[in-house]
């Protein structure tokens, strides 16, 4: 949702923070919202991703959230932050911190090119990533595909675009009509552990519904029984259709709940997958995605176990 904020002006080519004097070179523009720019930038020979912000209090706010969750074993929710500090732009001040650049492809884009089959693997991974935000006391608010990455390296999700991080109990600061809890007449607007995992099962069925479809029936009024229906005709969520309703029904008390029953879900479907391949002489059926999605979730449960 947009405001009446303060429009930022383009980066110079090059810049140099006003306070830890560290220079950056641009290279280009990532991309602007909301709350800021954010520009693709080389700083001491490393590309990081630089957010300016029209609010710098905002900004300041996404930095406290995305430096509470930096330390050990939480490193993989969101960028790592590298500088915060000020730069002047045609006499005027902003507010911009540096981060780690992501190198990857935003969700909805890696599973139009993978196959919805590894939607329920990522969402998987991102329960992961907002149980830690919620461990922390923190509502991610705009959950949606176009604020999650899926990182080249290691096909792992990460969260970016933290300004609509919202502290629990009070109202969520931005969100995105189509995944949000009230527009769907499900609830309220107050961030809470089910208001994310409300935005997740929307965003499961977004992505995995055929994109004319989902155009075709968003005329229809928002109403979780659309979802609910969507969810028992798709081939890659029926096997996941308690734990995607319970969540639009606000059954979950955390993400780790939900992301336990999803997991098991997974085992039981890897387990029933390898019987059928033993017994099958050709051993034909061994695709590239059983072996890959094997690797992922390797990758998954890793993270699972590790924390
Ligand atoms: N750490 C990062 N690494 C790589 N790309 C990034 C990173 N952070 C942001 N981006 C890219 O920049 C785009 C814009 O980022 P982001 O959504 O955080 O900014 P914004 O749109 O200005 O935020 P807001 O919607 O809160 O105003 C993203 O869609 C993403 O493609």
């Not at 085992?267 to 059983?290: M, N, P, Y």
Request: hydrophobic share 40%; aromatic share 8%; with cysteine.
């Amino acid at each position: 949702m947009s405001s009446n904020k303060p429009t930022i002006p383009d980066l110079p080519l090059q810049f140099c923070g006003k306070w830890n004097q560290k220079s950056y070179r641009v290279l280009r523009e990532l991309g602007r919202g909301a709350n800021g720019a954010v520009y693709l930038a080389a700083q001491g020979g490393v590309r990081r991703a630089v957010k300016v912000g029209a609010e710098g209090m905002d900004l300041l706010m996404e930095v406290n959230v995305l430096k509470s969750v930096q330390q050990g074993r939480d490193a993989r929710v969101a960028p790592l932050v590298s500088d915060v500090d000020d730069l002047v732009i045609n006499g005027k001040t902003f507010t911009f911190y540096a981060m780690e650049y992501l190198e990857g492809e935003q969700l909805d884009r890696y599973v139009k090119r993978m196959g919805t089959d590894w939607v329920p693997i990522l969402m998987i991974q991102l329960l992961a990533r907002l149980e830690i935000l919620h461990r922390h006391g923190w509502v991610f608010g705009d959950l949606k595909p176009e604020n999650v990455m899926v990182t080249h390296a290691d096909k792992q999700v990460r969260l970016i675009d933290f300004g609509g991080v919202t502290k629990m109990g009070n109202a969520v600061r931005q969100f995105t009509e189509e995944y949000d809890r009230a527009a769907w007449q499900a609830g309220d607007r107050r961030a809470d552990i089910a208001y994310d995992l409300f935005s997740l099962a929307v965003m499961a069925v977004r992505l995995s519904a055929d994109p004319e479809m989902w155009k075709s029936r968003r005329q229809e009024p928002r109403q979780t029984s659309l979802l609910c229906d969507i969810i028992r005709n798709s081939d890659s969520l029926y096997p996941y259709r308690v734990s995607l309703v319970k969540a639009l029904h606000g059954k979950y008390a955390s993400a780790g709940e939900m992301r336990s029953e999803m997991l098991a879900i997974v085992r039981e479907r890897t387990i029933g997958h390898r019987g059928k391949q033993a017994s099958d002489s050709a051993g034909k059926l061994v695709g590239g995605l059983f072996v890959a999605s094997l690797l992922l979730l390797a990758g998954t449960l890793y993270y699972a176990w590790m924390m």
